[in-house]
């Protein structure tokens, strides 16, 4: 048993049965679709998620009840762990961390929050970071240091087909949406740091892929000329098989030679982005 437990959400991806090889806990994330709870990776599946998402069923996401997290602590720190590192998804797409900073406060320092600004395969980079340093010797407080101080070092890129989701969520305007898809605009996102900005708003989804290429290729060089030991890596929200291989194989093309993981968007971020969306990430290694 690990003397420091890592601890995460489901927005890093982590399933059931990597949680298990992992030897981390994974706190699922509350999905409301027509005012019914669900929980990812518990009782909504991609299958199930997808076919609400197209039958236009009003879905939202919430944060982890308070009850829910610290009654997990409670029992990681039973178990006989003597301290807690817990990973959220970035503060700056959520109040989910900023909660959680809150209720670890009344841990005396055995319960360490890292924000370090991360969600989806950067996120789940995080967590492994997190165990081997863990497995290393590391304390609680030095990980957290370590996480926090690498978590500037991360980029990602994403695009998605329809603007739809992101004038439900508040994101964009429903004029803005509305213009968007008469004239077939497609934005580029980027998420640093705190923040999730546009990049780049581009007419068809092929033309956004396109620049998201080439956008990863000169970040991914910018970072190596800084020294920088990075992971490269994929992402999507597709419910059609076909249109995820393409996606995979457009990454892996862009970067021949690379490792690329690929995993899915979490359904809680694909509630934003709604289905077809596309995504590359690049982390920076810290273990």
């Given at each position: 048993?690990?003397?420091?437990?890592?601890?995460?959400?489901?927005?890093?991806?982590?399933?059931?049965?990597?949680?298990q090889r992992m030897d981390v806990q994974v706190v699922p994330m509350p999905i409301i679709i027509d005012n019914q709870i669900y929980y990812e990776g518990v009782d909504l599946f991609p299958e199930q998620f997808y076919g609400y998402l197209r039958e236009g069923r009003s879905v939202s996401t919430s944060q982890p009840a308070p009850d829910d997290l610290t009654s997990l602590w409670d029992s990681v720190l039973a178990e006989g762990h003597e301290e807690i590192v817990y990973i959220p998804m970035s503060s700056g797409l959520s109040s989910s961390c900023q909660t959680a900073l809150i209720l670890a406060a009344d841990y005396g320092g055995r319960v360490q929050v890292a924000d370090n600004?991360?969600?989806?395969?950067?996120?789940?980079?995080?967590?492994?970071?997190?165990?081997?340093?863990?497995?290393?010797?590391?304390?609680?407080?030095e990980i957290k240091a370590r996480l926090e101080e690498a978590g500037g070092d991360s980029l990602i890129y994403i695009g998605v087909d329809t603007l739809e989701y992101l004038r439900k969520g508040g994101r964009i305007?429903?004029?803005?949406?509305?213009m968007g898809s008469v004239l077939g605009i497609k934005p580029l996102l980027t998420i640093q740091g705190e923040k999730l900005d546009t990049f780049a708003k581009v007419r068809g989804t092929k033309r956004c892929k396109a620049l998201l290429l080439e956008s990863m290729q000169m970040s991914v060089a910018e970072y190596r000329q800084r020294g920088l030991d990075i992971?490269?890596?994929?992402?999507?929200?597709?419910?059609?098989?076909?249109?995820?291989?393409?996606?995979?194989?457009?990454?892996?093309?862009?970067f021949p030679g690379e490792p690329i993981q690929y995993d899915p968007l979490t359904l809680s971020i694909s509630s934003h982005t709604?289905?077809?969306?596309?995504?590359?990430?690049?982390?920076?290694k810290i273990a």
């Open positions: 048993m690990r003397k420091t437990a890592i601890i995460t959400d489901s927005n890093s991806g982590i399933t059931r049965e990597e949680a600004h991360q969600i989806s395969v950067p996120q789940k980079n995080a967590v492994r970071d997190a165990c081997a340093l863990a497995d290393a010797g590391a304390g609680a407080a305007t429903p004029a803005v949406a509305a992971r490269v890596d994929a992402s999507g929200s597709f419910d059609d098989k076909d249109d995820e291989l393409e996606w995979r194989a457009m990454a892996a093309d862009a709604g289905p077809g969306a596309f995504a590359m990430g690049i982390s920076r």
